[in-house]
């Protein structure tokens, strides 16, 4: 018996169709699901680029959040649509890590989305309250062996932030207490009024309250210094040999989507992105470092998170929050 999937259907007798509307497409609105809610910084990139896509591309974009399921619900949503090129995901580096962390997912993350746009990276930053002791991360590990209650904030349970130190603490021989919060703005709150000891968060999150000297930068997770605080060492420099760990904003669409229509919009967003407003945007308020590489280099790079975090996730047995 001949077995019918999704992506053989798209695929196959789709084909023909799908062909002709390429050459016709946009032919009506286009919607941009950013799987987060409103205010953060996959939200703040689509939103910076959509008056530019609409100009470039002749069409209405419509930017719609769909939070849920670190992720994965509005990510969901584009992977089950209509491999028509008028529905596009903008994820965050979370979509690497849910197929391990969470125990039910709504899509094949490699089968069912087709990889556009790797839009940029930036590393994790490392911070404590100025009334805490530590100067540098071996600090912490030299206090954290003889007081093993040291605590530090990430935006939840699963976050690259969260894997980050696992992997950190695991390599330096120390353990860590990890306090979980439900986005960034609660955890800052907390790193900021000394309620832990330290907090890992994206340099979005955390270079404007170092910065201000509201809390005291240790270390990043980059593999160059950071334009942004020189001064602050690497883990790479801290000792921690090819260590590295990144934030990073991606684009997808739904498999199967005509290649002339992915590369198409993906010209269009990364033309968006270099336009002087928007890359200065991108680069000071969101801290993140402009990559702009294409289908293959995005599906190159997504394979090598996956094959990174998956086994932290799984050797230490985290769940989602």
């Known amino acids: 018996m001949l077995t019918l999937t999704r992506r053989s259907i798209v695929l196959g007798a789709a084909a023909v169709p799908f062909a002709a509307r390429a050459q016709n497409w946009p032919a009506g609105p286009i919607r941009i699901i950013v799987p987060f809610p409103a205010g953060g910084s996959v939200d703040a990139v689509a939103r910076m680029v959509q008056p530019g896509l ?24 584009v992977a089950k649509a209509p491999a028509d090129g008028n529905s596009w995901v903008f994820v965050f580096d979370t ?49 954290a062996k003889t007081r093993p209650n040291i605590t ?37 709150n907390d790193a900021v009024a000394g309620h832990v000891d330290l907090i890992i968060g994206s340099t979005a999150l955390v270079t404007p309250h170092a910065q201000g000297g509201r809390v005291r930068p240790i270390m990043h997770t980059g593999k160059t210094r950071l334009a942004s605080l020189p001064d602050v060492p690497s883990a790479i420099d801290s000792g921690f040999a090819d260590f590295e760990s990144y934030a990073w904003w991606g684009v997808f669409t739904a498999a199967g989507t005509p290649k002339a229509i992915v590369d198409r919009f993906g010209a269009a967003l990364a033309d968006s992105l270099r336009a002087e407003q928007v890359a ?30 998956g086994p932290v996730v799984r050797d230490n047995n985290i769940k989602g929050e």
Not at 115 to 129: D, K, Q, R, S
Not at 134 to 141: E, G
């Open 152 to 188: 530090y904030a990430t935006i939840g349970g699963g976050s690259l932030g969260h894997l980050t130190m696992v992997l950190l603490s695991k390599r330096a021989g120390v353990e860590l207490v990890h306090v979980p919060y439900r986005g960034g703005g609660p955890a800052m």
């Open 95 to 143: 979509h690497a890590v849910n197929p391990f962390l969470l125990a039910s997912m709504p899509f094949d993350t490699e089968k069912e989305l087709d990889p556009v746009l790797l839009i940029g990276t930036a590393p994790n930053l490392l911070a404590t309250h100025p009334s805490r002791p530590f100067k540098t991360f071996a600090d912490v590990v030299a206090a």
């Open 54 to 77: 609409q100009q470039r591309l002749g069409a209405t974009i419509i930017v719609e959040n769909r939070p849920g399921a670190s992720g994965s619900s509005g990510t969901g949503v």
């Open 280 to 309: 200065k945007l991108v680069r000071e308020s969101q801290q993140i470092t402009p990559v702009l590489g294409g289908p293959e280099e995005l599906r190159r790079f997504l394979a090598e998170q996956m094959k990174v975090w």
